[in-house]
């Protein structure tokens, strides 16, 4: 099993960025999907997440202005960041929780957003 993540990229301060995430392999069954960040020093952080059954959670600091959403049909989670700030700067990480033969925590490669000021 392989998660993708794509989508980062430099954007100024009030812009925005979609970030995608596909789990691909034999995957019989998804639990929930998570995006984290991360910078150098710091712990790595859950920004969001989103259950199969369509359950979202937020990081206080980003409600309101990101959305995580699914298609379940794809193994694909998405991140839709608007009104992006200097301080969402991170490498952006997608999390699975997931089954194949047995049930395992997943890692995409993570992905770099840059908000500039």
């Known amino acids: 099993v392989q998660l993708q993540a794509s989508g980062g990229g430099l954007v100024q301060a009030g812009g925005s960025l979609r970030l995608s995430c596909a789990a691909s392999g034999t995957i019989f069954s998804i639990n929930y999907m998570n995006w984290y960040r991360q910078t150098p020093g710091k712990q790595r952080d859950l920004v969001a997440g989103?259950?199969?059954?369509?359950?979202?959670n937020y990081l206080d600091s980003v409600k309101g202005r990101f959305t995580v959403s699914s298609d379940d049909a794809k193994n694909t989670v998405y991140l839709q960041m608007n009104s992006l700030k200097p301080g969402d700067t991170a490498i952006y990480y997608c999390?699975?929780?997931?089954?194949?033969?047995?049930?395992?925590?997943?890692w995409g490669q993570g992905t770099l957003v840059t908000v500039s000021s």
């Open positions: 999390h699975a929780r997931l089954r194949t033969t047995t049930w395992g925590d997943y």
């Open positions: 989103i259950t199969s059954g369509g359950i979202t």
